[in-house]
């Protein structure tokens, strides 16, 4: 369980660095695909969050990254 609530906070921590310092970005947390479950009943289970938390650290590097590029 701990596990679990570990992985919310993270999410949530991430989640507010994107909202308050790179909002133009946020409008994309709504479209990732693992926000948007293919079934009815999407089971939230450590594996889940894992992956969703790695998807917003992946959407947050790349942005930042590509930033950097574009101000060379």
Do not use: F
């Not at 590097?61 to 930033?67: G, L, R, S, T, V």
């Amino acid at each position: 369980m701990k596990e679990i609530n570990k992985l919310n906070d993270d999410i949530l921590k991430i989640t507010l660095k994107i909202q308050n310092e790179y909002p133009e970005i946020s409008v994309y947390l709504t479209e990732m695909p693992v926000t948007i479950p293919n079934v009815s009943s999407p089971k939230i289970n450590i594996t889940s969050l894992s992956d969703y938390y790695e998807s917003l650290k992946i959407l947050l590097k790349d942005y930042i990254e590509n930033q950097k590029l574009l101000s060379i």
